[in-house]
């Protein structure tokens, strides 16, 4: 069975300065990958993310923390 590859480094692109700049991006790099991917983006006054959080994680454990957040923000419990 194949192991997903797990997240080695992070980081979270500069939050907007005004209305109309584009909202944050966590962009992450996997095991064995050079490359930086963007795994989302996200609205600042909404959720809160900090690099630390995705280092060691798999893309779909990344993903599921991201929609744990969002689902208890829109809920009310952010």
Known sequence: MLVPPKIVECRISGMPNM?????????????GDDRE???????PDEL????EEFV???????????AKR?????RGGA
């Open 48 to 51: 809160e993310f900090s690099s």
């Open 56 to 66: 060691g994680l798999t893309r779909e454990e990344a993903l599921a923390l991201y």
């Open 70 to 74: 969002d689902l208890a923000h829109l």
């Open 19 to 31: 209305l109309g700049d584009p909202p944050p991006e966590v962009r992450v790099k996997f095991a």
């Open 37 to 43: 991917s963007v795994l989302f983006n996200y609205f």
